[in-house]
């Protein structure tokens, strides 16, 4: 592999010079012709080093991004996986939240009906309470100044008039309690 990039790297030197020296004859006016300067072996051998190792660092480089570059790669999967989970959550949570409301809503559904009910009950024992407190008058009345005596489940009503009378006879004359005296 060494070899086929240095070789790679000779021919990218050859041809770097060649299409320089066709610049350069294409620049320089017609007129002036520059002796073309050939480089000695050693110096072609240090400009293959010199691009071999340029090579070599634009490889580590290019390694680097691929690998930078599969990193992130990985990372915008993970990312895209976690926002889905998310999202999963999101919705899920937005699905307990829309039926907890629902709930919520039916329960205050029922206690407002529980609670309309307990009003009516609450009105319905307080006019109870006050027709049995207008009872209760009424017999604390009856109690006070009675109009009748109740005894043994009859209502005795004082009524009427006592009388005393007494007859005093010196003989039986067969008379009734209105007889005439004698006297």
């Known amino acids: 592999m060494i070899k086929a990039r240095k070789t790679m790297g000779v021919l990218l030197l050859i041809a770097s010079v060649i299409s320089g020296q066709a610049q350069t004859s294409t620049n320089q006016p017609p007129a002036q012709t520059a002796k073309a300067r050939h480089k000695t072996p050693a110096q072609l051998e240090q400009d293959l080093d010199n691009l071999s190792a340029k090579y070599e660092q634009l490889e580590r480089e290019m390694a680097e991004f691929?690998?930078?570059a599969d990193r992130r790669e990985t990372e915008l999967k993970a990312a895209s996986k976690q926002a889905r989970t998310a999202e999963l959550a999101a919705e899920a949570a937005s699905q307990q939240e829309r039926l907890r409301a629902e709930s919520t809503l039916e329960i205050v559904?029922?206690?407002?009906?529980?609670?309309?009910?307990l009003k009516s009950a609450v009105s319905d024992l307080r006019m109870s309470?006050?027709?049995l407190v207008e009872t209760i008058q009424t017999e604390q009345q009856k109690?006070?100044?009675?109009?009748?005596?109740?005894?043994?489940?009859?209502?005795?009503?004082?009524?009427g008039f006592l009388a005393g009378e007494s007859v005093l006879r010196q003989r039986g004359i067969g008379g009734d309690v209105n007889t005439r005296s004698a006297l």
Do not use: E, L, Y
């Not at 109690?143 to 005795?156: E, L, R």
């Open 143 to 159: 109690v006070a100044a009675p109009k009748a005596i109740p005894f043994m489940g009859i209502s005795i009503k004082p009524g």
């Open 129 to 131: 309470s006050v027709s």
């Open 66 to 68: 691929k690998a930078q």
């Open 109 to 117: 559904t029922r206690n407002d009906a529980a609670v309309s009910d």
